[in-house]
């Protein structure tokens, strides 16, 4: 990773972890009329972040916006890793209530009597916890994959980027 020490020192490993995940699939600079979220990169985009100049964005400056706008804000660390990892990273893509609710749909089809209202609270991430592992990360594959599936067959031009989509959702 290109931070330094100290700000390395500042975020847990599981953070790193799964921003590396992220960082990987994003890649760099993007400006794709096609894309909703305007010029990206490093899955920073200019329509979610207006006060951020997307073309001079560097990869630490990008981790800390990770760490702050989403990790901290949205409690993915309340989760196991594994499921923390796939959560935030489908979140960069598709927003964090959408990954949410489909983590909360997964939770419901693995037995968990979770409210799907997109919000990751106490009753979401204690079910996370409890749930067999193997089987919550096979239902969130499957629930991010159906609502790419949604996105592409409700929205011009989502046929161009569902491969891709599928890609992810099932990594």
Not at 18 to 33: H, I, K, M, Q, T
Request: glycine letters at 8%; a neutral charge.
């Amino acid at each position: 990773m290109d931070t330094s020490t100290s700000a390395r020192d500042a975020y847990s490993s599981e953070f790193l972890a799964a921003v590396e995940r992220v960082l990987a699939v994003e890649g760099g600079y993007s400006s794709n009329p096609a894309d909703p979220g305007g010029a990206t990169k490093f899955g920073i985009s200019a329509r979610s972040n207006p006060g951020v100049n997307i073309a001079t964005l560097t990869r630490e400056a990008a981790v800390k916006i990770y760490w702050t706008e989403w990790w901290l804000r949205f409690g993915f660390a309340q989760l196991p890793a594994a499921v923390a990892a796939k959560t935030f990273d489908l979140a960069v893509n598709m927003g964090a209530a959408n990954a949410i609710e489909c983590l909360q749909r997964a939770l419901r089809a693995c037995g968990s009597p979770v409210t799907e209202d997109g919000a990751l609270g106490s009753a979401t991430a204690l079910a996370s916890r409890r749930a067999d592992p193997a089987a919550l990360m096979a239902a969130l594959r499957s629930e991010f994959a159906a609502h790419y599936r949604m996105v592409a067959s409700n929205h011009s031009g989502g046929a161009d980027f569902l491969k891709g989509w599928l890609n992810r959702a099932y990594a």
